[in-house]
């Protein structure tokens, strides 16, 4: 019996502990500085905005550790002995381990912003984060106006939080149109749009240049690095973006890039030590995949392999299609297979879009230039079949039939009205005058 | 760890001034129960229920028809009244008195008892009900009435919430219409019509509707002629024939939450308070033995009922005590065996014993009623059975801890831990429908919302996150799950009975080998 040890209670480490106990008799123990028990992080959100309390984002009920035999630990680990296969926590403790599963997270982007440790400046990704907002801006009369920094998906979901609360939100967002790192520009420009219909602030192309202090050490004001405004505010949200929540691995001898570096195997460099999940980089990317994939899904679905290795079926990380899904305010989008967006796309990536009238839902559909084939699909507004496009990817159909079978993937709920014949005439019209 | 409940947020000057038209309009259903003499009821009553309905549907167009439409669960668990908050416990407070009196009180509303005329609150109704049925008004007219304009007016309200969504908008429409037409217009002029038929609502089948086959409603329904052997047979089909196919292709949704009164209610007046039911394994284990005691409860209590009024003798008519209790328990033999043969494999072992335990209870009481001599079957006395159950199933567990503890324990209390018609068509939707809310792939983040909104507690996520299909009894179709996924991961399906149920270790999305590994073992 191995004495396994889990850094890190969120998805990642998770599912590795909840397949470990179900492939083996391993003993098992989650460590967390951050809550006691394992919470969706992708709820947080929901917590402030009084949809949910935060017992509700729990997954699990707290009698399933204890039943499972899965030994939670609340502690901060501050090193990693790995001669001695050894952790030390903040207050000295020292754990054994025999295999060690590092799955730590990220922690929000900070870029040498002057101002950026001042109160009233946080990110929004831990439980301790939740609790700073509801301090920092509990009501629109304590914060008067909020500032995000940063146009990703954190960043919109921290809007949406704040404009709950009828909170003035100025977003300030470096590329000229939200999110078109990733996205097409049709759907980059309804998200635009959109985000403008809920009275949000949307400053596109706008830099943050400092952050202001008051005589308290309190954020009072941001200044714009392009036009140079002043803009008085209470909170500032940065949500450039995420990293590898690693620094505690410094001096540990395991071998760190931006993230814990990784073989497909999910191992270190070192023996019995391992990386899942946001804080993993692997050393050669999958596919079209980021060595550093911050995504739910991702941590997940490393969980689940790493449990196979670790309990005597050593198997490597293979992933299946790529597939994401996210909500701007209130257009749900999903993603299966890959669609790039104009900056980062080949010259053999081409793609039919469509847009309602309405401005509220849209396609896009990444194809082959020559060959058809294909590649992906980012849907808006309307809801698609995972088990459909994963099946179309693997048997590598081509773009005609994709369009065709549309219908068949629909998911909307029933009687919604359906756009799929409207899709199609625009896709024939399209290709017709193309 | 808890995070402190913000206050929630002032209203509009709008919302305040709806909030005068509706409680005006319930000020003077207040003053008429104090006693005080309103000239011109009809009027009056009219003022009343006009300024209800008005005062709802100002607020509901000022609280969503100046925001996008989209999910509008903002301060749910903020705001006093739908947080358990003192708000809240006043309304569940007001709640139950209200059904205390209504049920046991009835006196204290204004009933005129042995002849004399209605006063106080009853009273007020009383040009209502002259117009629709040409007699004054009961506890039960009032009661009617003002159920009725609740649903119609939160129904309003709860179609502008979900505007964006058509499945919530149709499924709220057709509540409202069988509430308003069925159970409310109807069988006022049929009592017009032809007053020899006894008050009947015909979507309300047995068993909720538990006094269907008493020997009065019976007696009444033969001797009113055609029209009331129709409606005797279709009470009979509706239960054997009609809901069972309905059941099968669409689930219990067609009736829980298209259909009935109960449900109605639930789904318009009670929507702020379905995040209310606990998601707990240990409320789900109360609830399986609760609603299936109530179901055999009132299988036996029904069954003792009529055999009191049949005839021994079976050449006078071949449908006499001995032949209905053969019957009855031949019906239920059969349907214990071919789910033990066929679905063994789906019951969980508290089922198994439970079913088992069921089964031996009422065979031992038939058994005992051929052995022994008594005349009354199953040695209780039917008559005491029946208003047992009227009193502590149809009175305090529907009525008064069902919607009066709608702001404590959620919305469909009753429908998830009591209502036997619930447990009848749960136990078909469970066994044999094509029925199911369909996970899509491996897309679930396990945020909770689902769970958080499910009404009659399921724990939708610990499916979903599975990549599970939902196939759970007590499912009443609501849909308002797949509605406040942020993701797009739940869909409410009829589909093929082959892979309905469809456990998994590994989510689709992940290495091939690995899912097959891992779920074909």
Request: charged residues 20%; neutral net charge.
């Amino acid at each position: 019996m191995k004495n396994i040890v889990i850094i890190g209670n969120g998805i990642a480490g998770v599912t590795a502990a909840r397949h470990i106990r179900k492939l083996s008799d391993n003993k098992i123990t989650i460590i967390s500085a951050e809550t006691d028990h394992f919470f969706s992080r992708t709820a947080l959100m929901y917590v402030y905005m009084g949809h949910m309390k935060y017992e509700h984002t729990k997954p699990y009920e707290d009698y399933f550790w204890k039943k499972n035999r899965i030994d939670l630990k609340r502690a901060y680990i501050k090193q990693v002995l790995t001669d001695d296969k050894t952790l030390v926590t903040s207050e000295g403790e020292k754990i054994a381990y025999d295999s060690l599963i590092i799955a730590t997270g990220s922690k929000p982007n900070k870029f040498g912003w002057p101002g950026q440790d001042l109160k009233g400046v946080q990110g929004l990704y831990s439980y301790q984060d939740l609790e700073k907002l509801e301090a920092n801006a509990p009501d629109k009369e304590t914060c008067n106006r909020a500032v995000i920094v940063g146009g990703g998906l954190i960043g919109i979901e921290m809007a949406e939080m704040l404009r709950s609360r009828n909170i003035p939100v100025t977003f300030l967002v470096r590329e000229d149109s939200f999110w078109n790192g990733v996205l097409p520009a049709g759907e980059s420009g309804l998200i635009n749009k959109h985000i403008l219909d809920h009275h949000i602030d949307l400053r596109l192309g706008t830099n943050l240049k400092e952050i202001i202090s008051d005589e308290n050490g309190r954020a009072k004001a941001v200044v714009i690095t392009e036009t140079g405004e002043e803009l008085p505010c209470n909170v500032v949200g940065l949500t450039a973006g995420v990293s590898p929540n690693i620094d505690f691995l410094k001096e540990s001898g395991i071998e760190l890039g931006r993230g814990v570096k990784v073989n497909r195997f999910l191992e270190t460099n070192i023996k019995d030590v391992y990386a899942i999940g946001d804080c993993a980089e692997q050393h050669e990317p999958i596919g079209m995949r980021r060595p550093i994939e911050a995504v739910w899904y991702t941590g997940r679905m490393m969980g689940e392999t790493l449990a196979q290795t670790i309990c005597g079926n050593k198997i490597e990380y293979k992933p299946g299609h790529w597939f994401n899904s996210a909500k701007f305010l209130d257009i749900e989008y999903q993603t299966y297979g890959w669609v790039f967006s104009e900056r980062s796309k080949s010259e053999q990536e081409a793609h039919f879009h469509w847009m309602h009238p309405d401005e509220d839902k849209c396609i896009t559909v990444a194809y082959d230039k020559d060959s058809k084939l294909f590649l992906g699909i980012n849907t808006f507004g309307i809801r698609m079949r995972h088990e459909n496009f994963d099946k179309w990817l693997t048997e590598k159909r081509d773009v005609d039939y994709v369009i065709k079978h549309l219908p068949e993937a629909n998911f909307d709920p029933e009687f919604y009205k359906q756009f799929e014949n409207q899709i199609l005439a625009a896709y024939n019209n399209q290709l017709q005058t193309a | 760890m808890s995070l402190a409940k913000p206050n929630a947020q002032d209203i509009s000057t709008k919302k305040k001034v709806a909030l005068g038209i509706g409680f005006t309009g319930l000020f003077i259903l207040v003053l008429a129960l104090a006693n005080v003499e309103l000239p011109y009821k009809g009027l009056f009553l009219t003022l009343s229920l006009g300024l209800i309905i008005g005062g709802v549907v100002i607020y509901s167009r000022d609280e969503y028809l100046t925001k996008l439409e989209g999910i509008k669960n903002d301060e749910a668990w903020f705001k006093s009244i739908s947080s358990r908050g003192t708000w809240g416990w006043v309304l569940g407070v007001v709640l139950t008195l209200f059904y205390i009196v209504l049920y046991f009180f009835a006196e204290l509303l204004g009933l005129g008892t042995d002849g004399a005329s209605n006063t106080g609150l009853i009273a007020l109704f009383d040009p209502l009900s002259q117009l629709l049925s040409g007699r004054n008004a009961s506890q039960w007219f009032v009661y009617g009435t003002l159920y009725t304009v609740a649903i119609v007016a939160f129904g309003y309200k709860f179609m502008l919430k979900y505007r964006h969504n058509r499945y919530q908008q149709l499924r709220t429409a057709s509540v409202m219409f069988f509430q308003m037409a069925f159970a409310f217009l109807i069988p006022e002029f049929m009592y017009r019509l032809n007053s020899d038929v006894p008050y009947n609502d015909i979507k309300n089948m047995w068993p909720l509707n538990y006094y269907a086959f008493d020997q009065w409603r019976v007696d009444q329904f033969i001797n009113s002629g055609t029209i009331g052997m129709a409606f005797l047979i279709f009470g009979i089909l509706s239960i054997f024939v009609i809901s069972p196919f309905l059941t099968y292709k669409y689930g219990k949704r067609w009736y829980c939450s298209w259909v009935c009164g109960c449900g109605g209610l639930a789904e318009t007046a009670g929507d702020p308070f379905r995040h209310l039911s606990s998601k707990k394994m240990s409320a789900w284990k109360l609830e399986r033995w609760l609603i299936h005691t109530v179901l055999v409860f009132s299988v036996v209590m029904t069954t003792a009922v009529i055999y009191t009024y049949l005839g021994y003798d079976a050449e006078k008519y071949w449908f006499n005590k001995d032949n209905f209790l053969l019957f009855v328990g031949g019906f239920l033999t059969l349907v214990f065996v071919v789910i033990m043969v066929f679905k063994r494999h789906e019951l969980g072992k508290d089922a198994r014993y439970g079913a088992i335990g069921y089964a031996l209870v009422i065979v031992s009481l038939i058994a005992m009623h051929y052995t022994g001599t008594t005349n009354e079957v199953f040695y209780l006395p039917a008559g005491g059975m029946r208003s047992a159950y009227g009193f502590y199933i149809g009175s305090i567990f529907s009525g008064v801890i069902g919607t009066g503890f709608y702001p404590i324990l959620g919305n469909r209390a009753w429908c998830r831990f009591g209502c036997p018609m619930a447990a009848v068509l749960g136990f078909q939707q469970r066994m044999f429908s094509k029925f199911r809310i369909t996970t899509n792939g491996g897309q679930c983040i396990s945020c909770g919302n689902c769970s958080n909104s499910c009404e009659m507690g399921i724990d939708v996520r610990a499916y979903a996150q599975k990549g599970e299909n939902i196939v759970r009894s007590s499912c009443v179709g609501c849909g308002v799950c797949s509605a406040v996924c942020p993701r797009g991961v739940l869909k409410l399906e009829n589909g093929s009975l082959d892979g309905r149920i469809n456990p998994t270790d590994v989510l689709l999305g992940n290495d091939v080998d690995l899912m097959e590994l891992m779920n074909n073992k």
